[in-house]
């Protein structure tokens, strides 16, 4: 009886804290909603028996992604502004319809549910019978998550390689606009802005390139 | 855990609350970040029916299937941030609405 308190108990936790992570208007304010929402998911996971699920939710969604996105909203400096605009967003024009429609397919999955029936299993799913079928019958699986993860990694180098690249180039278009087109970027920008007239540009912008 | 008898409908219904909630953040946020966030809580609940059918026969097939969806989160949100990252830069903004055109 216990248990079955528990789980409603998670169940609870894990919808208010979804519901209030989607109509937050600060972004890291939502995103600790949805780790407690996530940690709530990972105690039904434990109760219904299966705890190695219940490990890797914590490890790897709370853990590894939900830090990935703290990391980029501190790079992308949000500040009060951004709150006032998200509230602005959130005007009940905005989510009438949406919540509408949203309600309406909740009663069709409603309608199918409640043709199940049936307990879930007391027993255990353990950790070693969720390896051996992993590296058993569905090794070809594996392959295919590694090989999208590894689309994942060269995907997200490439966007984020291409934003430093972009850095890099503005930097060297205001040394050439700004101050003396000759002058090293790395030199004093307050010195004789007719020293070397014979240098090429492009040169100086390459060594600044190598050298950041 | 003996004498634990949690109805596999409960469950389910529970899953499919925050897939609606999910769907629904997905349909009215317009900041990108929150789109993303909105996803991450779908693929979530997707994977709680999939671990819960799972225990129901007693199988560990269905935990499998949640590791292949937590590989798939975790390279969409690779993917996805850096995508953020490059809007952010491009528009001053993570308003959606600003990018619906492709430009190459």
Redesign the interface.
Known sequence: ?L??SL?YIA?TV??VA??L??TRAN?IH??IY?IV??LA?AV??F????P??AA??IV??AG??MV??VF??M??N?GEE?DAR?KQ??SPA??A???L???I??AE??YI??S??????????TAK??G???FGP?VL?VE??SM??L???V??Y???R??LD?NIDEADARALFNSDPNSDPNSDPNSDPNSDPNSDPNSDSNAGRGEQ | MDGLNIPLSHILLVSSLLFSVGMLGLMMRRNIIFILMSLEVMLNSTALAFVAAGAHWGQPDGQIVFMLILSVAAAEVAVGLGLVLQIQRRFKSLDMDNANRMQG
């Open positions: 009886m248990e079955i789980f169940a894990a919808l979804t519901i992570a989607m972004a939502a995103l949805l929402s996530l998911v039904i996971f109760l219904i028996g299966a190695f699920a890797l939710e790897i969604y590894a992604i990935l996105f980029v909203i790079m992308l949000l951004g998200e967003w959130l905005v989510w319809g949406p919540t429609l949203a309600v397919l909740f999955l409603l549910i409640s199940v029936e049936g307990p879930v299993s007391t027993a255990q799913v019978q969720v051996l079928t992993l569905y699986a295919i998550a999208l993860l689309a994942g990694l995907g997200s490439h966007l984020g291409r934003a972009r």
